[in-house]
């Protein structure tokens, strides 16, 4: 059976993918030359125009956050002396119980 909270949960995560998959739509004007440049590099990675433009944008402007590689391990020191990461990844049920940490988990804290 459904929770009431697991229910607004459920629709707290679809209405935040759905506003970060919504896009805006905007005119650009490039000189043609730039165009083809840019159409051409588009098709070497495959990806539509759009797709490559925006992938562009998003390098020039947005900050990288650096990922640590997949099994990287903390030290446990490291960890204990932070108080914000946590030194075990958190039961499911723990989350479930917890939305506002499942939250913080799974945007701030999850590797």
Request: hydrophobic residues 40%; without cysteine; glycine residues 2%.
């Amino acid at each position: 059976m459904i929770s009431f909270m697991d229910t607004i949960a459920r629709e707290k995560e679809a209405a935040a993918k759905k506003e970060k998959n919504h896009k805006v739509q905007t005119v650009l004007r490039i000189s043609p030359e730039l165009m083809a440049h840019v159409k051409f590099k588009a098709r070497q990675v495959d990806v539509s125009v759009n797709a490559y433009i925006e992938e562009v944008l998003k390098e020039a402007v947005m900050p990288q956050v650096p990922k640590l590689p997949k099994g990287f391990e903390i030290d446990p020191v490291i960890k204990s002396l932070s108080g914000i990461i946590p030194t075990k990844t958190p039961a499911r049920k723990e989350l479930d119980e917890d939305p506002k940490y499942a939250y913080l988990y799974e945007k701030y804290l999850k590797v």
